[in-house]
């Protein structure tokens, strides 16, 4: 157990819908990752906060959006859902930003389909 | 842009033997980090090693090695002894350190290692 929690585990929901995927990090990590994987883009990084501040930008759509909470929690909101959105989405944490030695802990992750 | 390249995506080893799993990346930037990630068919990421672009010596972690190549641009992963537990998808990734965007990974398309009894 990493210590990373996601819920919900399973997300099953039908095109156009939005949905929201929920992580908590580690107790003392303060920043959080978000990653897609596919099996056609392959493990995709999304977004990364950092005490509540948006650091890093990758892939990610105009229809998601991110945010972390005071309380350290991110949400990942997916709007506008196509078939091929369907993935298992993966949040990590790690204590720090920048360091190149940042070892990021990762969720279980959500598996979401979108029929 | 940074770029992970995996060109083995299956691998077959012997219980007990030792197995290399290749990558090569590429980067502009002189100061970056590479990583291995295990993902077994419970689909948690699980990180196995880490190898700084400044660190003069390789990486180990017990069973794990990091054969790292600097002036070639490789960074491979090699297991010692393999167990039937390490079955499983391999990751490398890579992380810049010095640009704005340095929470940014990359990740190659992985290798499945298959470990027989």
């Known amino acids: 157990d990493s210590g990373v929690t996601q819920t919900p585990k399973h997300l099953i929901t039908a095109t156009g819908q939005r949905v929201t995927l929920r992580c908590s990090p580690r107790s003392g990590d303060l920043s959080v990752y978000w990653y897609q994987q596919s099996l056609d883009q392959g493990l995709q990084f999304l977004i990364q906060y950092y005490n509540g501040e948006e650091r890093a930008k990758g892939n990610i759509l105009e229809r998601f959006s991110a945010q972390q909470f005071p309380d350290l929690h991110s949400e990942l909101n997916l709007s506008s859902l196509e078939l091929g959105d369907s993935a298992l989405y993966f949040c990590?944490?790690?204590?720090?930003?920048?360091?190149?030695?940042?070892?990021?802990?990762f969720g279980p992750g959500t598996r979401l389909t979108v029929l | 842009a940074q770029k992970i390249t995996q060109t083995q995506p299956g691998m077959f080893v012997q219980e007990k033997e030792a197995v290399t799993l290749d990558c090569t990346y590429d980067t502009s930037d002189p100061s970056y980090g590479l990583f291995w990630y295990k993902q077994p068919s419970s689909g948690e990421m699980i990180f196995l090693i880490y190898q700084g672009s400044y660190d003069q010596q390789n990486a180990t972690e017990g069973r794990y090695s990091l054969n790292f190549q600097k002036a070639r641009k490789s960074a491979n992963l090699v297991i010692s002894a393999s167990q039937l537990g390490d079955s499983a998808m391999y990751f490398c990734?890579?992380?810049?350190?010095?640009?704005?965007?340095?929470?940014?990974?990359?990740f190659g398309d992985g290798t499945t290692l298959t470990v027989k009894p």
């Open positions: 990590a944490s790690s204590v720090g930003q920048r360091v190149s030695y940042n070892e990021q802990f």
């Open positions: 990734a890579m992380r810049e350190v010095s640009n704005t965007n340095a929470g940014k990974s990359t």
